[in-house]
């Protein structure tokens, strides 16, 4: 999310008004058998047809997996972007998601001790959940704070969802996520920048995470930074 706030804010879209694709792979947990893996792929910009850049569209493909579960979504992003001055670089954005997402489990890399556990599926098994996000996003040329509620369909699923080919898997069945954060920009001279930023997380079922984030950007070219991940 650092340098592609689309994956947690649907208001995001249109934000850097030229088309920009971003592609992030991680690997956690190397060494690990069934260590968690992420991929993803990522385009948006700004619709010039729209009045004053207003309109901006997204798509995103995410991909995660984590033992012999996996998931992958896919999402299209609409953002209307309300200039706030003449220059058009403060804006109110407001926007929406929709998509689905196919949850799967593999019952071959599971370990067992009973032979023909009916709550094991034989092979592959998996199905597709419809699901939408809502964001709004505020951004001025040296500031920005946006907040984001993902899952939203995940109030309203029961589950019935999670029962596919005779199994049911609702521990993997998602919550609804609370994504809020705010950053700034400061000129350290001619040729340092500094952009410190804060991002919360709330699944409103364990505990509330906080990512404290500072980034350098030097001579416009080279980012360097870190990042440090608590519960609070």
Sequence with gaps: YAFNMLAVNPAYAGYKEDIFANAIYRKQWVDFPG???????????????????????????????????????????????IPLNEDGDRRLCIGVGAGATQYGIDGNALKYIDDNDMAIPMGRASTWIPDARFGIYYYTSKFYAGASVMDLFSLYTDATRYYWKGYQYKTIRKTQHLYVNVGAMF?????VKFKPSLLVKEDFKGPTNLDITAMFLIADKLWAGASYRTGV
């Design 35 to 81: 260590g968690p893996q992420t991929g993803g792929i990522s385009i948006d910009g700004a619709l010039n047809a729209s009045r004053d850049n207003r309109v901006g569209l997204g798509f995103q493909v995410m991909y995660d997996k984590l033992g012999p579960q996996d998931a992958t979504s896919i999402y299209g992003m609409y953002s209307y972007r």
């Design 187 to 191: 000129d350290l001279s001619e040729q």
